[in-house]
């Protein structure tokens, strides 16, 4: 398969010299990842699913880019967005950016590390608060849960979790 001119510019093989550092609180994300769902729907029941994901890095190693499809292809899509992840040293974090153009879904968050955890915490597409957290993270694995609340006054919610781990490829 030849790499088109588009993915050739985007992709890069790692970090930009002298940031290095910097990209460590998601660089350990590189490669690829299956993951099992749980969705938490309003009424107290659940879903479960399975997934894939994909991080790589990108813009001349400046950002990191990720790709999250469920249920695993080859079945038809639920889910299938892309996050991009920049550091910003003027404000010590993270800006994440999501979309997932077939829910119609979008989130703009600021990412941080918050002890072992990495918490990314703003607004989604309805005007909801939204918090991700990466957390129980190891080399091979890591427990994701997406939170919203309609107000700073109002608990979390947890609406979806995604328990992950590394495949070979």
Known sequence: MTISPFHAAL???GPAAGIAGDMSLYGWLIGSWEMDTVHH????????STGEIHF??????RAIQDIWIRPRRPAPSTMY???LR???PGIDGWHIIWSDPLNQDYSRQIGRAD????VQVGEDSRGLKARWRFTEITADSFHWIGEERVSDKD???VTYEHFARRTAS
């Open 11 to 13: 992709g890069s093989g």
């Open 41 to 48: 729907l309003d009424d107290g029941t659940t879903e479960k």
């Open 56 to 61: 790589g890095w990108v813009l001349e190693g």
């Open 81 to 83: 967005g892309t996050t």
């Open 86 to 88: 920049v550091f910003d």
């Open 115 to 118: 002890g072992n955890d990495i």
């Open 155 to 157: 608990p979390w919610r």
